[in-house]
């Protein structure tokens, strides 16, 4: 597994994976553009190469580019939606410049409309967006699903890709924190497995193409969306660690959104920590085998929750 942490190209894009070595990030995650403006930030060639080398010569092995938050390719509002696919097209083309392994897309909001149809907005603009790309990959990352936010389970996901047109290109991009937010108890193990059991069912595990690693300050089938650092939330230091020791998950990029002190952000301390619960949950895992049963077994595991 790759871990590291979301990261800010602010002075250059070479300077994010300076940020990410001096954290000592196996992955990176940078927002292409100011997250909460329309305008694209145009990279240069030199950029480009000055970001390739750098990260030739470091320990990164993948970068995730996360699309920005004004971003709602399920709106009614047809103008929103265009600015939306712009922007995502955008996206799509910094991470094929970049050799991004995927981008990670909120695919929107019913707000307070038909999911249904909200679903089928949403897949039109993504589908159209793959059309005017050629490579990266789009991951579209489950929410908690305050706000009527789309892909808070698993069946809205599949419903997703399907609707955008089920491309090679589209993957899920899986979050602890909204997870369990959402319902999932995969606070062991064994939840963990039911969970994948659900998605290898539903949506398939070879689209399963990043994760973000959080814990999450609200509980079990809240709804909310409140990213708490490692430990600190309702997951639990055990529940990372179930989390990242997942057998399914391991050759997959793995970033952290965490707060951080002072809301800073993850710094080396917490991608330490991540990299040291990914060992244990790992470590319970080949345990567990030996003893022929699932690592931290409870009953109930891996129930989809709702409040």
């Known amino acids: 597994m790759l871990i590291g942490a979301h990261v800010s190209p602010a002075g250059g894009l070479a300077r994010a994976i300076e940020r990410g070595v001096e954290r000592g990030c196996r992955a990176i995650q940078i927002f292409n553009q100011s997250p909460r403006m ?50 995502l097209v955008h996206s799509l083309r910094a ?35 793959l059309a005017e790309t050629e490579r990266c990959q789009l991951h579209l990352e489950n929410t908690a ?3 009527g936010t789309l892909g808070r389970t698993l069946e809205e996901l599949a419903e997703l890709l399907a609707a955008a047109g089920g491309s090679p290109r589209l993957g899920v991009c899986l979050d602890s924190c909204h997870l369990l937010a959402s319902g999932y108890d995969i606070r062991t193990p064994a939840g963990m497995d039911a969970l994948v059991h659900q998605i290898a069912a539903k949506v398939g595990l070879e689209r399963i193409g990043s994760l973000h690693l959080n814990d999450s300050q609200a509980p079990l089938g809240s709804g909310r969306d409140r990213h708490a650092n490692l430990g600190r939330g309702e997951l639990g230091e055990r529940g990372c660690a179930a989390f990242l020791g997942t057998p399914a998950l391991q050759q997959l990029p793995c970033v952290l959104e965490t707060p951080g002190e ?20 790992v470590a319970a895992r080949k345990r567990a085998s030996a003893r022929g049963g699932p690592a931290g077994a409870s009953a109930g595991g891996g129930r989809h929750k709702r409040r």
């Open 38 to 87: 329309w305008r694209a930030s145009a990279y240069r060639a030199a950029d480009v190469e000055a970001f390739r080398h750098a990260m030739a010569e470091s320990a990164i092995d993948a970068v995730l580019i996360h699309t920005v938050y004004l971003v709602n390719c399920a709106s009614e509002d047809a103008e929103i939606r265009a600015k939306s696919r712009v922007s």
């Open 95 to 129: 991470g094929e410049a970049l050799g991004a392994r995927g981008v990670v897309l909120h695919a929107g909001s019913a707000k307070g409309g038909d999911a249904a149809s909200a679903i089928r907005r949403a897949g039109e603009t993504i589908r159209r967006a």
């Open 145 to 147: 699903g305050a706000g």
């Open 262 to 281: 002072k809301r800073s952000g993850a710094k080396r301390e917490e991608v330490e920590l991540a990299m040291r619960l990914h060992r244990r949950g």
